[in-house]
């Protein structure tokens, strides 16, 4: 099970900052984040056409570091992280 | 000095000045403060926040990047606010003391530069009409 917590603009497409992915299997960055996008979709009808894009461009961690696109990624707490604009 | 900090409360410069070594000939400080305008549009205030451990590692990093390009002797300080900003307020402060001004500016301008390309922090900006934005960033 993956616990994925949103960051800055994605906060907008969920009510908690929070959410659990289940599967039995251990996915690629690459596939989680498509499944991420598949459930995001799933309680933003409205908002489709912005979700895909964003999460394209956004980054997973596993809150020690980002995670490379093609990267396993192990169970547990898991950050999506959209583009970012400090400063 | 070394000192990396994300705080909620107002950055004030002077809780960050402290007494010159005799190594330093300069100090580089940049200040970014929060505007009342941005692409043509009235901002009313801005509300920043972070992946505060990842922000927080980021920073360090350029720091010890900073002190590997420039000099072990540089003291860097890098402070980011965080939560809800009036206008004027300081969002981002960094300091650089070092031996002579090229390296001061060059590792000032290093710091600014890797943190908007880097460190997980987002600002979500309030317009007049109370509708807000998130501004387009840079994807990690």
């Not at chain 2, 990047?65 to 402070?79: C, F, N, Q, R, S």
């Not at chain 2, 003391?97 to 987002?122: F, T």
Request: net charge neutral.
């Amino acid at each position: 099970m993956y616990k994925i917590t949103l960051f800055g603009k994605l906060r907008d497409f969920k009510h908690q900052d929070n959410f659990c992915v289940e599967t039995d299997k251990e996915l690629s960055v690459k596939k989680l984040k498509n499944l991420i996008c598949v459930y995001l979709r799933d309680q933003n009808p409205n908002n489709n056409e912005e979700i895909g894009p964003i999460i394209k461009v956004s980054a997973l961690s596993d809150n020690e570091r980002i995670l490379t696109e093609d990267e396993i990624v192990n169970p547990g707490n898991i950050s999506l992280l959209p583009p970012v604009s400090g400063g | 000095m070394e000192i990396v900090r994300l705080q909620t409360k107002p950055i004030k410069i002077e809780d960050f000045i402290s007494p010159y070594k005799d190594h330093h000939g300069c100090e580089s400080i940049f200040t970014g403060y929060v505007r009342n305008t941005n692409d043509g549009k009235s901002v009313k205030y801005m509300e920043y926040t972070a992946h505060k451990k990842l922000a927080r590692n980021t920073m360090i990093t350029m720091m010890e990047e900073a002190k590997e390009e420039w000099g072990k002797t540089l003291d860097i300080i890098i402070v980011h606010r965080l939560g809800k900003l009036a206008l004027g307020e300081i969002s981002v402060y960094i300091s650089v003391r070092a031996p002579h001004r090229d390296v001061a500016y060059s590792a000032s301008r290093y710091l600014i530069e890797e943190l908007k390309k880097r460190v997980p922090i987002w600002k979500k900006e309030f317009c007049d009409d109370n509708n807000y934005a998130w501004l387009d960033g840079v994807p990690l």
